[in-house]
């Protein structure tokens, strides 16, 4: 997988790229806008993260030159403006996500992961170690024992199964799971995962579920630590 | 009491016409009587003199003699011989009356005829038939002897002709004052009228339509210069204002690239870090502050763009009870997990025109706050009604409440009631500014009850149709 991070902030570069090569990622840094499309077009990348806010060169027009060469090319924005007509802005504009500054490496990557897998077939039926999730019939069960969830539970482990072994972080799950932006002052995201614990983890031997703290959650059958 | 300006105007003006119009009535009164009485006075002593002439006396009894085929000496005769008397001077005896005197009554005694000669001025006396004006005059006689003559002069015509012009007056005066207050109320009006307008119009103006201006109309008077000073106002406090919202578009950048890297540094360290050892409880504690500050340059953020009016509300119905059921519903879990009874009471169907996403974080952060103050066992519950043309929102909790003196600071920005709060949660006291500044956005309040350690009520009231 290879993707092009255009991000005019040498550190921020940075660290993206040390992010993503540790996950396997192959990728290429610009730092200003002005090569983008010709890059985009010369290379053949999986997605590209782009800095709204360029030198030279804002990220709309850059996004216009990719989009023009390159129609299907998943594109990610960054941007440290976070108001809502800056997001609107930049969705119509073309880009595929959206992501205000700072934001958690782990988010990145899992943002990047769906881009990637967009168009790709859903599994209807979804496995880690010995807890299945039949997404059609809307059953979960651990071993031979069925459990029974309330939808929000449901939506919440559904989400954790379908990016198993990987973090997610708290501001994804809210925006998959919920419908609003509980902006992290309620502990809403703690509440269900406590009870999704109860449900799934609680008796058996092996735990799925994991905080990872300054990070988020992770369901996992083999944690590496 | 204060008056407007239009009602002291046209106070003033009715008062200094209400003064002239009684000093003009006043004046031409007394002139018209002086005048008036002195063509009476006059009459009379031309129908004396005139009378003098006529008189023969024969052998001490008096008769009028004149040319009866002249109608000019006949009518005057015959107006200075209504009322006449004449009496002997040195013994005071009536010589001759005529039938219009007789009736009055008016017989004089020696003595008084004596005083007459002396001191010959004219009086007036009152009759059934109106006043009359008498003059006194003592001619000689041939043979040494005096006589007095009085004529009388009806003043009835004057009388009357001073009466209805009193009458004129007492109508007229206070029917002009009448008119001329209604004249000042409408002048005064009409000249304030560019004021009122003005003021209309600079109402309409807020942080949002900071670039509008009063309307100039090219014509160098007071009122336009009223306008322009407040334009040059306008124009300044557009760009402190202008300023402002670049300063914090920039602060926002400056601030979230430092924090971007930061937060994306240590999270590499953190993975290499090994598992339960300090420099992983160390990074992730890190991670955890720079996600504080990040929410709090946010809500500050966020805030300052509100005030600033750079934010634009879309405005369409939104069914309130509908939201705050939902709200509801997706909060349950974290009240179930504090043994909190959450509940949501809706009193008919109240819809109101305004931003569904921006009501919405009103009332999250009302019940995030009210969930917050709230202990086991407690109770919130969310209230919707209508009242008339006003949406009506209670929040109520029975969590540890305020004392009176911080419910009227709670509103403001960063204020935490007591510093036991700080320990309970992490917020930084911005979000009920926040629900303020939703609530004024929709041209509704918000206002707080509350008891310490009996709970508080939060009451949200919403025009159903913000003009």
């Known amino acids: ?225 | 009491m204060t008056l407007t300006l239009r009602a002291r105007l046209a106070a003033i003006s009715t008062v200094v016409f209400g003064l002239l119009l009684a000093a003009l009535s006043v004046v031409s009164y007394s002139v018209l009587a002086r005048r008036l009485d002195g063509d009476v006075t006059e009459r009379l002593t031309q129908l004396t003199d005139g009378l003098h002439g006529y008189l023969r006396f024969d052998s001490g009894v008096p008769s009028v003699e004149f040319d009866a085929a002249d109608s000019d000496q006949a009518a005057f005769v015959q107006e200075a011989t209504r009322y006449y008397q004449i009496y002997d001077v040195s013994t005071g005896q009536l010589l001759v009356e005529s039938s219009g005197f007789a009736p009055l009554g008016l017989r004089l005694t020696t003595a008084e005829v004596q005083a007459f000669r002396a001191r010959p001025n004219p009086f007036d006396i009152v009759t059934e038939y109106g006043r009359l004006r008498i003059s006194n005059s003592v001619r000689p006689v041939s043979g040494g002897q005096a006589y007095l003559l009085q004529v009388g002069v009806s003043l009835a015509s004057m009388d009357v002709a001073l009466k209805q012009y009193r009458g004129l007056l007492l109508w007229y005066t206070p029917a002009a004052l009448l008119a001329a207050m209604f004249a000042a109320w409408w002048l005064s009006g009409f000249a304030l009228a560019p004021l009122t307008r003005m003021a209309d119009e600079a109402r309409r103006i807020d942080v949002k339509t900071l670039e509008r201006r009063l309307p100039v109309r090219g014509v160098d008077d007071e009122l336009e210069r009223v306008a322009l000073a407040f334009n040059d106002t306008l124009a300044r406090l557009e760009q402190a204002v202008g300023q402002m919202r670049q300063f914090s578009t920039a602060l926002a950048h400056e601030l979230r690239t430092p924090l971007t890297i930061l937060r994306g540094e240590i999270e590499l360290a953190l993975r290499k870090a090994g598992a339960g050892d300090a420099a992983q409880r160390a990074a992730a504690s890190q991670i955890e502050e720079i996600d504080r500050l990040t929410r709090l340059i946010d809500h500050i953020l966020t805030l300052a763009r509100a005030e600033s009016g750079q934010i634009q509300l879309t405005f369409a119905p939104v069914d309130v009870g509908d939201l705050a059921a939902s709200l509801v519903e997706q909060l349950e879990p974290v009240a179930q997990a504090r043994s909190i009874d959450l509940l949501c009471e809706r009193a008919g169907v109240v819809v109101v025109e305004g931003d569904a996403g921006w009501l919405r974080r009103l009332l999250l952060n009302l019940l995030d706050n009210a969930l917050k103050f709230t202990g086991q066992d407690g109770r919130v519950v969310v209230r919707v009604s209508r009242d008339g043309d006003t949406a009506r929102i209670d929040v109520q909790d029975t969590g540890i409440g305020l004392s009176t003196e911080d419910a009227q600071h709670v509103f403001e920005r960063f204020f935490r009631a007591d510093p036991a709060r700080s320990a309970i949660t992490e917020g930084a006291g911005l979000g009920l500014s926040l629900v303020q500044w939703i609530a004024e956005s929709h041209r509704g309040a918000v206002a707080v009850q509350s008891r310490l350690s009996e709970g508080s009520t939060f009451t949200v009231t919403l025009p159903i149709r913000p003009v």
């Open chain 1, 1 to 225: 997988m290879r993707v092009l991070v255009i991000e005019d902030d040498r550190k921020v570069a940075s660290f993206i790229q040390t992010g993503l090569e540790q996950e396997g990622y192959s990728v290429d840094v610009l730092n200003d806008g002005s090569s983008a499309g010709e890059q985009a077009r010369t290379i053949d990348y999986d997605a590209v993260v782009l800095d709204l806010m360029l030198p030279g060169r804002s990220g709309f027009q850059v996004l216009r030159d990719i989009r023009s060469r390159k129609a299907a090319l998943p594109v990610l924005i960054l941007t440290a403006k976070d108001s809502l007509e800056e997001r609107v802005a930049g969705l119509d504009a073309g880009a595929d996500d959206y992501m205000p500054k700072p934001f958690a490496l782990a988010e990145l990557s899992a943002r990047l992961r769906a881009l990637l897998r967009r168009g790709a077939p859903r599994e209807s039926v979804l496995r880690v170690g010995d807890l299945e999730m039949d997404t059609i019939r809307r059953k979960v069960r651990r071993g031979d024992t069925a459990i029974a969830l309330k939808p929000k539970e449901y939506a919440l482990l559904e989400f954790l199964m379908r990016n198993s072994d990987r973090p997610v972080t708290k501001a994804l799950i809210i925006e998959h799971v919920w419908d609003i932006h509980f902006d992290s002052i309620s502990n809403v995201v703690e509440v269900h995962i406590n009870s999704l614990r109860n449900k799934v983890d609680k008796g058996f031997e092996v735990a799925l579920i994991h905080t990872l703290r300054g990070v988020g959650y992770v369901l996992t059958d083999t944690p590496s630590s």
